[in-house]
């Protein structure tokens, strides 16, 4: 990822390394350790560097009477980004999971949605998921859990 150069000292824009709050409802979170239940979907991600990890990229807190994450295609895990954003206890969770390839048109294998069924299990929030999670990966977690809920493009939520 990368921007324009002459946009690096333009004054509306705040060149980040790490965690950044905006104000007391607001926190832009990064993370750091995107190992636990890797998606194999995102072997195929690089940056002119290389292999893509993913430190560019930022999750939202929205804090408020429901405390909101929103973690846009979750290219660092659903499970990595959800423990760093446990410390504001989220109750409402709402991303891509990234756990289909779009090169090989296949969605992660069992063992991996299993593992991370496991961990979304272990907390106490309404899931909203959409795009790069996929049905498959979806329905298998919808099949699961209860508070696992799908997010078409339009579609609005209350909070």
């Not at 002119?48 to 660092?76: P, R, T, W, Y």
């Not at 895990?77 to 990234?98: R, T």
């Not at 294998?109 to 299990?121: F, G, K, V, Y």
């Amino acid at each position: 990822m990368g921007i324009a150069s002459h946009l690096q000292t333009h004054p509306q824009v705040v060149l980040l390394d790490g965690d950044y709050t905006i104000d007391d409802e607001l926190t832009l979170l990064t993370v750091p350790d995107t190992e636990k239940h890797h998606s194999s979907a995102n072997d195929a991600l690089y940056t002119d560097k290389g292999k893509d990890d993913f430190s560019h990229e930022q999750n939202l807190m929205v804090l408020g009477s429901a405390n909101v994450l929103i973690m846009g295609c979750g290219h660092a895990g659903a499970v990595n980004i959800l423990e760093k954003a446990m410390a504001y206890k989220p109750q409402v969770c709402v991303g891509g999971y990234h756990l289909w390839n779009p090169l090989t048109k296949k969605t992660v294998p069992n063992d991996l949605l299993e593992r991370i069924t496991q961990e979304l299990a272990k907390h106490d929030m309404r899931y909203y998921t959409c795009h790069c999670t996929r049905q498959k990966a979806y329905s298998y977690f919808a099949e699961r859990l209860s508070n696992m809920n799908y997010l078409s493009c339009g579609e609005t939520i209350d909070i």
